[in-house]
């Protein structure tokens, strides 16, 4: 069975710029959850997804968007990029919510210069 | 506003010997709680969960204590060994599709 995949694996982007990550859930996956992940502050939840809902959200300022697809599949969306987004961000996805064990992808290593 | 606190960042032992990680959560609406562990340029991955109505739910060579009146639960790995070498991190939520992270707490076992 196909873990969860993150594409791409490393990004570059520049100040003011914006970027989307993609996500692929385990299939059968209905949930979809997003985190950042920076030094020292762990993992901070983003969204979370299912069946093309978002159920609930973090505590991130509106540049940060996301949606997911009818084949559970999701996307990031970050806007007027700053350097404090520099990051790794993790999906993961689970059958059902984000209260349940979920399986996480590699990430996706945002870098802003 | 830090929900999950791993207080101590970093945690050394020797092989065969236990591991205890310590984990504090301030909201008492957390109703179950999970351990994940990860290793350099991977995701993490769940090892251990533990429902309210618990106290204590074991897994092979990983146990976790649930204490609600303090607020706190600890994982024991028993023994350790070189490949527990990793980042582990305490999660909680309330089911409201949301889960909150510690900051983690780096493990290095010592042959």
């Known amino acids: 069975k196909a873990g969860v995949t993150q594409t791409p694996r490393y990004l570059i982007k520049t100040r003011g710029q914006q970027v989307t990550l993609s996500c692929s859930p385990i299939?059968?996956?209905?949930?979809v959850s997003w985190y950042q992940q920076t030094p020292g502050q762990g993992l901070q939840f983003l969204f979370e997804y299912f069946s093309e809902t978002q159920r609930n959200k973090g505590n991130f300022p509106g540049r940060f968007s996301g949606r997911q697809f009818s084949n559970s599949r999701s996307e990031m969306n970050v806007s007027t990029l700053e350097l404090g987004d520099s990051a790794l961000y993790l999906c993961?996805?689970?059958?059902?919510?984000?209260?349940?064990?979920?399986?996480f992808g590699d990430g996706t290593r945002l870098s802003i210069l | 506003d830090q929900q999950v606190k791993q207080n101590s960042p970093s945690l050394s032992v020797q092989e065969g010997r236990i591991s205890i990680l310590n984990c504090d959560y301030t909201?008492?609406?957390?109703?179950?709680f999970l351990w994940y562990k990860k290793y350099p340029a991977e995701g993490p991955t769940f090892l251990i969960s533990?429902?309210?109505?618990?106290d204590k739910n074991e897994d092979g060579r990983f146990t976790v204590f649930l204490n609600k009146s303090a607020k706190h639960l600890s994982l024991h790995i028993v023994p350790s060994q070189p490949g527990d070498s990793a980042v582990y991190f305490c999660a909680a939520t309330s089911n409201d599709y949301k889960l909150s992270f510690g900051a983690g707490t780096t493990v290095t076992v010592r042959a």
């Open positions: 909201n008492s609406m957390f109703d179950y």
């Open positions: 993961a996805s689970s059958p059902r919510g984000a209260n349940q064990p979920q399986h």
């Open positions: 299939s059968g996956h209905r949930s």
């Open positions: 533990i429902s309210s109505i618990k």
